[in-house]
């Protein structure tokens, strides 16, 4: 069973900076698909960004040009550098590993953007 653990979430001003990062426990890392999603009180889980074995990530509109998501393939692990932190970033971020059509799911960490 796949497990994966998120770390890194807290509280931040606006404008200010978060790195989040993912550890993945099983094998074969560089086949999943591993992505990043957050959920605001209130409101559905959305995509931030995604990333394959190999290649460059895709990212929600709302996030282009500020977060930016990478992996170690050796460490298993997916970080999301995230930039220029706005109040509306505020929600608890989920890492997420696909393979095979298969979810696997972090427990979430908390993100506030916040004076």
């Known amino acids: 069973q796949v497990q994966l653990v998120e770390s890194g979430g807290g509280l931040v001003q606006p404008g200010g900076s978060l790195r989040l990062s993912c550890q993945h426990s099983?094998?074969?890392?560089?086949?999943?698909?591993m992505g990043w999603y957050r959920q605001a009180p209130g409101k559905q889980r959305e995509l931030v960004a995604t990333?394959?074995?190999?290649?460059?990530?895709e990212y929600a509109d709302s996030v282009k040009g500020r977060f930016t998501i990478s992996r170690d393939n050796h460490m298993k692990t997916v970080s999301l550098q995230m930039n220029s932190l706005k109040p509306e970033d505020t929600a608890v971020y989920y890492c997420?590993?696909?393979?095979?059509?298969?979810?696997?799911w972090g427990q979430g960490t908390q993100v506030t953007v916040d004076y």
């Open positions: 099983g094998s074969i890392f560089n086949m999943y698909v």
């Open positions: 997420d590993g696909k393979q095979d059509g298969v979810d696997y």
């Open positions: 990333l394959k074995g190999g290649g460059r990530g």
